[in-house]
């Protein structure tokens, strides 16, 4: 945010005009503004345009009203600029005319609107009111809280833009709506029991099915979740059966800060991020075994968990229902052991369900009761997942509570679309130098996904309000957003995947000039056509060098190596020269053996540079995992062994920019340590190698800082072992914040890269040499 600087008008100024950018409609700016004047003794007047807000004040306490307004915005503002300018007065409109709220103006959409909001405390004591008409109502809302991004089809934020249009306002309603010094003044998303949505089953119903041990589709913010009882083994593990999601962590709710510790250990930071008005999941660290009521079930083999806090009034009204007091008069923030799983309801491999009908067909199999409502959700937002890595925030899923909260670029460029990759898919669109990146999709193996992709993006652009120039897409062909790319009617660019990570390093912390990257993720396309994923990049704008990689294993049988780990173990055996072994190592699998003489007689060719399927073979080696339910797993369940991270010494060499464990691989193999020896060691020996070959590539290129990305760096022991690392070496470590630093983040990465390509193209047709090397090959 750029702040008003009142010294900057003359002592004398009477009247200013103030331009507001930024989340500035629909979040309480013009009535907070009404009131900062009238309190001030101004006179003027705010309206809404296109491109923000406008306000003309006029008087002699000018300078005081600069000072407060950004100072003390409203809590859901995201002011991004103010532009102050002194005015001439206008006769007749002095301190006696009073200040008024005007009538918005149309135009090129250049504001936007805010991410959806947990409701707010003074919303929570209406709810649990009995003398007030939002008693009970589970669509309480105001302009400091309820759904934004998830109601609004397009701009400008109005009622009749949004899911509520259907809902005629009642006469209670429309008073509070029209009245500036009401909290409500144009909360597009106003209701009551009189007027509003309704929920198809009353929360009586809902406790009851919770408390019997059922499973419920409750319908929420941005689509619905599965609902049960997360301390009944039995329920959760029949929610596994029905999903088809036999070992991936499910997220558990509660009700509110002080609910945390009955089923985690939360740092002060963790507590931070969980009641930040967006309610993120928050993964902290689970109860001791002995003090931790959840179900086995709930995050089977580790040791954190993802923890929400109720954020949507039905959700307090479920909590307060549980917890079997009156409902007049409920204490939201009182301690409440009530603790549920909320996981996505969706089957396995599709989207979240957002449509009352969809759930009836998609979820029947599923749920046991299905509770939906009637106000339409116009774009599906799954929760937002965040840990805090080296102190600081770090997204694994960015969506609900945060999206479309635009990240600002080094500098303004042509509007792009950049469409992700194939898993964890993203998509980007450009305008001047916003960035916004939309919410989690997922990934694009169904019709129902893609069907879903094109949705966010039709709505994305609608609501920036922009044609994108160009469409950015990976290398690989065979991803769905690669092939789909042509049909956006644009020109086409392809972006090297693991340029695209590190690239989105530098675009989130607004980096410029040459920058050295580690990409360390599960898989891309290389530029040479091979498999990389452990990569040592110098990336530079729209061009790349790659400086070094991870030493190539075999990668045996393709894509099924991602999924049983067994077969990166073979590998490492292999690389090892103790092939013969793998039959005995791994008895269980009767391929293992037949598979490492294929090795042997050069049949299986393809290798791969991966970090992810480095993890996956010590995983299988030390006797974590050998196959894998949901991706990264293995790479989980070898975190959470690691107490302290121990480094081998001469565990790692580095020759002509390659870094090669095998020496570690070979420890491991030799000394059969037990899992948590194991897990440090890897863990531990990964850190100093990594931080080795990043200085030596740091220094060869004359950088300070490393930039890290990749879904590698989700793994907490990993990044902070690395900022630590780094740090010991004089280097200057960059973590992804605002976006996950996996593929969903990736579509930033493009989207900084297309722009740059797209400002290049620009300058060539105008007549500018350039003869640099090309991302796109």
Not at 312 to 329: E, K, S, T, W
Request: proline share 6%; hydrophobic share 45%.
């Amino acid at each position: 945010m750029t702040a008003p600087a009142p010294f900057a008008i003359g002592p004398d100024t009477r009247r200013v005009r103030v331009r507001v950018s930024g989340a500035v409609q629909g979040v309480g700016m013009r009535p907070f503004v009404h009131r900062l004047a009238t309190d001030c003794g101004l006179a003027g007047f705010v309206r809404n345009g296109a491109d923000g807000v406008t306000i003309e004040v006029e008087g002699a306490r000018v300078a005081a009203f600069l000072a407060r307004l950004g100072a003390e915005a409203p809590p859901l503002a995201r002011i991004d600029r103010l532009a102050v300018e002194a005015i001439d007065e206008v006769a007749g409109e002095g301190e006696a005319a009073g200040f008024a709220i005007l009538e918005s103006l149309d135009g090129p959409v250049a504001t936007r609107i805010p991410a959806d909001a947990a409701t707010c405390a003074a919303c929570l004591d209406e709810l649990f009111d009995p003398a007030s008409r939002f008693f009970g109502y589970p669509f309480v809302n105001c302009t400091h809280c309820g759904p934004r991004y998830t109601i609004t089809r397009r701009l400008p934020y109005d009622r009749p833009q949004t899911s509520m249009v259907g809902f005629p306002m009642c006469p209670a309603c429309a008073r509070d709506y029209a009245d500036p010094a009401n909290r409500r003044f144009h909360a597009e998303p106003i209701a009551c029991p009189a007027c509003g949505p309704r929920l198809t089953h009353d929360v009586a119903t809902i406790a009851a099915a919770v408390r019997a041990g059922r499973i419920v589709a409750l319908k929420g913010i941005g689509g619905f979740h599965l609902v049960c009882d997360a301390t009944n083994e039995a329920t959760v593990a029949e929610l596994r059966r029905r999903k088809a999601r036999d070992a991936k962590p499910f997220a558990v709710m509660v009700a509110n800060a002080a609910s945390v510790p009955f089923v985690a250990q939360a740092t002060a930071a963790e507590i931070m991020l969980a009641t930040d008005h967006a309610r993120p999941i928050v993964v902290m660290a689970k109860n001791r075994e002995e003090a931790d009521p959840l179900a086995a079930s709930v995050a089977p083999r580790l040791t954190r968990i993802g923890v929400m806090l109720a954020y949507a009034p039905v959700h307090h009204l479920l909590f307060a229902a549980l917890a079997d007091g009156p409902l007049a008069g409920h204490d939201a923030q009182a301690p409440n052991p009530i603790a549920l799983v909320a996981t996505s309801a969706n089957p396995g491999g599709e989207p979240l369900v957002v449509d009352d009908a969809d759930a009836a067909r998609r979820l029947g199999g599923i749920a046991d009761l299905i509770v939906g409502h009637d106000r339409p959700i116009a774009i599906r937002a799954d929760d937002s997942v965040v840990q805090v890595i080296a102190g600081a925030p770090a997204f694994l899923r960015r969506a609900r509570g945060y999206v479309p909260e635009p990240i600002e670029l080094a500098e303004d460029g042509p509007s792009v679309l950049a469409l992700g990759a194939h898993l964890k898919a993203t998509v980007t669109v450009t305008r001047g130098r916003e960035a916004f990146v939309s919410q989690h999709v997922g990934d694009l193996d169904t019709a129902e996904t893609v069907r879903f992709w094109r949705e966010t993006i039709a709505h994305l652009t609608a609501i920036v309000g922009v044609t994108p120039e160009r469409v950015i897409c990976d290398l690989h062909p065979d991803y769905r957003s690669s092939q789909l790319a042509e049909a956006f009617g644009a020109p086409t660019l392809r972006v090297q995947h693991h340029a695209a990570h590190v690239a989105a390093i530098a675009a989130e912390h607004g980096l410029s000039g040459p920058q050295i990257g580690l990409a360390l993720d599960g898989h891309g396309l290389g530029a040479d056509g091979g498999a990389w994923g452990g990569e040592m990049l110098l990336v530079d704008g729209a061009d790349f060098r790659r400086l070094g990689h991870l030493e190539p294993l075999a990668l045996p049988g393709g894509d099924r190596a991602a999924r049983e780990p067994w077969r990166m173990g073979v590998a490492a055996l292999h690389a090892l020269g103790r092939g013969a072994e793998a039959g005995r190592f791994f008895a269980g699998r009767p391929l293992a053996g037949p598979l490492a003489s294929r090795l042997a007689a050069g049949a299986e060719t393809i290798t791969t540079t991966s970090l992810g399927r480095l993890f996956d073979a010590a995983a299988a080696l030390i006797g974590v995992a050998d196959a894998q339910a949901y991706e990264g797993q293995a790479a989980m369940e070898l975190e959470a062994l690691v107490e302290r991270p121990v480094a081998l010494d001469g565990g790692f060499a580095i020759d002509a920019g390659v870094l090669s464990f095998r020496p570690l691989l070979g420890r491991l193999v030799a000394e059969r340590p037990d899992v948590r020896a194991g897990a440090a060691l890897f863990h531990g020996t990964l850190i100093e190698g990594l931080a080795d070959w990043a200085a030596a590539g740091a220094a060869a290129a004359g950088l300070d800082r490393v930039l890290l990305g990749g879904g590698c760096l989700m793994n907490r022991v990993l990044a902070e072992g690395l900022v630590e690392a780094l740090g010991r070496r004089g280097l200057i470590p960059v973590l992804a914040r605002r976006l996950p630093p996996n593929d969903g983040g990736l579509s930033l990465g493009q989207a900084a890269i297309g722009m740059t390509m797209t400002r290049r193209t620009m300058q060539e047709r105008a007549g500018v040499s350039d003869t640099a090397d090309r991302l796109d090959g």
